[in-house]
């Protein structure tokens, strides 16, 4: 054909990091088809949407099959009954987020993807290691990519003094708790990053999905920190608070006082979505209004209590091994440092091949990744307490 692909994709790397895990576990199943794998590798919940979700969503189907209230398409930014239940959830945890700010969308890394869209050529500046779709979507972009370095010495939080690349102004994208790390920043590491945003001009992108697992006094949204509404939009999902990895829901809060050279960013926003998005289904979105409920929350935060105490266990194993590592508490994620200096994807074999467990090489993640391993707390009890007997005895 006589047409131009798009030539940054080559400048991403060839496979998917869950994808190469996917052929590396495949290909042992098929040579030891006996063997019981258990995966602790890739974020996806194991535990059934609760009752009040379901009730929510039965109620609506129901709804849709009667012609007096059937609806078809949704609007793009959301029913308002769940921006205003999703805007009462930032009260309830300490910041103030109006409904018209808040836009509805099929999941935190749809949108991690896809705000690039209404950016144009910027300096990037993303954490080593990243959850990959902040790296890979803004190379698919074209745009230029500064990274800040996590490390076990600042407990993989980077702060403004860690930027090599100088003071500029940078779309900065945030996440904590963080993923792969486990990391969660204190109110100071992110009010360190408002105020270099507001000094130079930046915006944060901030990432706040795993937020539902904090239990200590750590802010849930990057909007806690005064003046975070004129420099950060945040991006939540109920992938992991209510188990919609498989239903599909999240948001986007995008401030109206965001301001790019005399552009609003949240007009810009408002009107890509009205273009490339439908909306999500009538069904999610009242379950998605449930789980926010007082009820629902109450059921969501059993799940949650759920996946604590399997990253409990997980991290219990690693301190009686005297095994470093972040995450664990605040967090779904332990990161772990490999031992006798392994390497990521060596870890990564000898656990597949000696104790059927498979979890995540931290060079997925980028280069400052190389030497650590990322375990989820997201498998079944059982399977959880199965690994870490095995592990025990390997390490």
Not at 10 to 34: C, D, H, M, W
Not at 94 to 103: C, K, Q, R, T, Y
Not at 224 to 245: L, N, P, R
């Amino acid at each position: 054909m006589n047409i131009n692909a798009n030539s940054n994709f080559a400048n991403i790397k060839e496979t998917y990091l869950f994808s190469e895990i996917g052929a590396r576990v495949r290909k042992y199943q098929e040579a030891n088809p006996s063997a019981s794998v258990i995966r602790l590798g890739i974020g996806d919940v194991t535990l059934p949407l609760n009752k009040v979700v379901v009730d929510a969503m039965t109620e609506a189907v129901a709804e849709m099959g009667v012609k007096e209230t059937f609806r078809g398409y949704p609007p793009e930014y959301g029913y308002d009954f769940l921006r205003q239940a999703i805007s009462d959830y930032y009260t309830r945890n300490g910041s103030s987020v109006p409904a018209s700010d808040i836009f509805v969308s099929d999941g935190a890394k749809s949108d991690c993807g896809n705000f690039p869209d209404i950016l144009g050529s910027n300096e990037i500046l993303i954490p080593d290691p990243v959850y990959p779709v902040y790296l890979d979507s803004n190379t698919m972009n074209g745009n230029h990519i500064n990274l800040v370095t996590g490390s076990a010495d600042n407990g993989f939080t980077p702060s403004p003094s860690d930027i090599t690349t100088g003071d500029k102004p940078y779309v900065i994208y945030i996440c904590s708790p963080n993923n792969p790390t486990g990391a969660v920043y204190t109110r100071d590491g992110l009010k360190a990053w408002v105020d270099y945003a507001l000094k130079t001009g930046s915006l944060i992108i901030f990432d706040a999905a795993y937020e539902a697992f904090i239990t200590e006094d750590i802010p849930h949204s990057i909007f806690e920190i005064e003046g975070a509404d004129q420099c950060a939009v945040e991006i939540c999902s109920f992938s992991k608070f209510a188990g919609f990895t498989g239903t599909r829901c999240g948001w986007t809060v995008v401030p109206s006082g965001l301001d790019a050279g005399g552009v609003k960013l949240q007009k810009l926003w408002a009107r890509r979505q009205a273009t490339k998005f439908n909306g999500v289904n009538y069904p999610v979105q009242r379950g998605a209004q449930a789980a926010l409920s007082v009820k629902g929350i109450e059921a969501c935060m059993e799940a949650i209590d759920y996946y604590r105490n399997n990253a409990k266990m997980i991290a219990d194993l690693m301190s009686k091994k005297g095994i470093w590592y972040t995450g664990g508490t605040n967090s779904p994620y332990i990161w772990l440092k490999c031992p006798n200096g392994m390497g990521g994807w060596e870890f990564f074999d000898m656990l597949l091949n000696e104790a059927q467990v498979v979890g995540t090489p931290g060079e997925g993640f980028g280069e400052a990744g190389a030497g650590f391993f990322r375990l989820t707390s997201f498998g079944s009890a059982e399977a959880t307490a199965e690994a870490v007997a095995r592990l025990d005895k390997l390490l």
